[in-house]
């Protein structure tokens, strides 16, 4: 009996854990499978309101002058004084350089008793003429005496009273008489070309000593209008020649900026400020901004753009020419347009709102441009059809930003 319970005993075993395994499987407790918790994500939303603004293009543009305004000296001289320093504000008519007034006293006295001369011959010849009208009226009385002598004369010779010779004194002295009313008479009709000639050269005689007063008032370099001295090319006590540079300046007034349109841009702001005449636009100095206005485009283009004139409108301001800003330019408004937050925008094209399942809901955009908020905020102007009045912008930037992807706003 034992023979036979040994070699059985493991295969008892085993089969009795086998059941004991078995039971414990079928009467453990149900667990409940695990639910799986969609996650919700937090995020700003902004409730969006379409209006109509007018989309800003950001230039970089250098300031520059047309009206650089260069004083040099009218004649040779030697320089007396230099008032003004680079860099320095001058105001309208003060005085900048003044050259040696004894260089050019020499000229200015020869061109005044030049004209002197003239207006005394001129004088005279008037004096002159006056004269020849009384010896003419005396003249032609002694004709008329020489014809009545030669008319006796021949009276006397006829009747054989008088001698041949008598009538030919008489006859050589009306011959003579004749010829100096002649003469007198050409001088007379001659007056008016003397005069015109003695007029002529008295026009040349002023003309000469106004060149020699403007050269002399030139001696003085005075400021025209309020300016800038950008050059100061002398000092005092140097001899210059006629033609050589005394200083630069620039008219305060005169500063404009020079700025490049990119290509995509000019046809729309050519059509533009055809249409209104000027555009607005701001310049960015040391964090103030300078009002502008956009006058004129450039005759001609380049492939990169097209070059820009902008008046500046601040009147006080410390440009100086070839300084480098940066410009904003509002281009023509867009009606029924908002304004979108940089970091609500996905791909440059792309945004999303709140759907009614509180779900994020992509909507294609059409990018405009940039806008600047009163309070400096850049943002992104857009356009789309979904983009309506009282739809809620998801405002805050997403990486795993998807379609359908749960949300709850914070308000």
């Known amino acids: 009996m034992k023979r036979l319970i040994k070699p059985l005993l493991p295969l008892l075993i085993l089969a ?7 039971y414990l499987k079928q009467t453990r407790p149900e667990q409940e499978p695990a639910k799986i918790r969609e996650r919700l994500w937090r995020v700003a939303v902004e ?13 970089y543009g250098r300031v520059e002058t047309p009206e650089l305004l260069r004083a040099a000296a009218p004649a040779p001289a030697r320089v007396a004084r230099v008032l003004v320093r680079e860099g320095e504000r001058v105001e309208a008519g003060q005085l900048l350089v003044e050259l040696d007034a004894r260089d050019f006293a020499p000229a200015l006295a020869q061109a005044s008793a030049q004209v002197a001369e003239i207006q005394a011959q001129i004088e005279s010849e008037h004096n002159r003429r006056a004269s020849d009208r009384a010896a003419l009226e005396q003249e032609r009385q002694l004709l008329a005496l020489a014809e009545d002598a030669v008319a006796r004369a021949q009276s006397l010779t006829r009747r054989q009273v008088g001698s041949q010779t008598d009538l030919d004194q008489a006859e050589q002295e009306l011959a003579r008489q004749r010829l100096a009313v002649s003469t007198r008479e050409q001088t007379l ?51 210059v020649k006629s033609e050589s540079l005394l200083l630069e300046l620039f008219a305060l007034d005169s500063l404009e900026i020079r700025a490049r349109i990119p290509a995509p841009y000019q046809n729309e702001l050519a059509r533009a400020l055809a249409d209104q005449g000027t555009l607005p636009a701001q310049a960015l100095l040391d964090g103030e901004a300078l009002d502008l206005t956009l006058v004129r485009l450039a005759g001609e283009a380049a492939a990169s753009g097209l070059d820009a004139f902008f008046r500046i409108e601040s009147e006080r301001h410390p440009l100086r020419p070839g300084q480098l800003l940066s410009l904003r330019l509002e281009r023509p408004a867009r009606e029924a347009v908002v304004a979108l937050p940089a970091g609500a925008v996905y791909g440059g094209d792309r945004v999303y709102v709140l759907s009614e399942e509180g779900r994020m809901r992509g909507v294609p955009i059409e990018p405009l441009g940039a806008w600047f908020a009163p309070d400096g905020e850049e943002r992104l102007l857009a356009r789309a059809p979904a983009l309506e009045a009282g739809v809620e912008l998801i405002v805050t930037h997403m990486p795993n930003a998807v379609e359908g992807l749960r949300v709850e706003p914070v308000r």
């Open 16 to 22: 009795l854990g086998v059941g004991l395994f078995v």
């Open 47 to 59: 409730t969006l309101e379409p209006r109509r603004l007018a989309p800003v293009l950001e230039l």
């Open 189 to 239: 009709a001659d007056h008016p070309a003397r005069l015109r000639a003695l007029e002529a050269r008295l026009q040349n005689a002023e003309a000469q000593l106004a060149e020699a007063r403007l050269t002399f008032e030139r001696s003085r370099v005075v400021a025209p209008e309020a300016a800038r001295v950008t050059a100061v090319s002398v000092s005092a006590g140097d001899q």
